[in-house]
Nanobody, 127 residues
Framework: QVRLVESGGGSVQAGGSLRLSCAPK??????MGWFRQAPGKEREGVAA????????YYADSVKGRFTISQDNTKSTVYLQMNSLKPEDTAMYYC??????????????????????WGQGTQVTVSS
């Protein structure tokens, strides 16, 4: 069973920054994503990366504020979140595609395209 270990959530004031980390244990996916879910809302894709070439994709709501990246060994994926807003408050989940599979660009922010999920880390932004 693939395990994704997340860290980095917390509480900040609006305008602040947080960095989330996700470390798949003994697994390298061709695509990894960050998703979030606020109470009463559907899970939405925030950012994703093709680990083979570091191509990144973002939801319109976070473009210019969030950055997804990976370390040189491709063992950890990060989500740097700047200029945080109260509407960014949610549980954030890391996800990895199944072995050998990479969602097409048109579906890379679609949660159903990912097989493995982290336990989630809470991000709370106060105004």
């Amino acid at each position: 069973q693939v395990r994704l270990v997340e860290s980095g959530g917390g509480s900040v004031q609006a305008g602040g920054s947080l960095r989330l980390s996700c470390a798949p244990k003994e697994y390298i996916a061709r695509a990894m994503g960050w998703f979030r879910q606020a109470p009463g809302k559907e899970r939405e894709g925030v950012a994703a990366i093709y680990t083979t070439n570091s191509t990144t994709y973002y939801a319109d709501s976070v473009k210019g504020r969030f950055t997804i990246s990976q370390d040189n060994t491709k063992s950890t994926v990060y989500l740097q979140m700047n200029s945080l807003k109260p509407e960014d408050t949610a549980m954030y989940y890391c996800a990895a595609a199944s072995r050998g599979y990479a969602p097409p660009p048109s579906r890379i922010l679609t949660s159903s395209r990912y097989l493995y999920w982290g336990q989630g880390t809470q991000v709370t932004v106060s105004s």
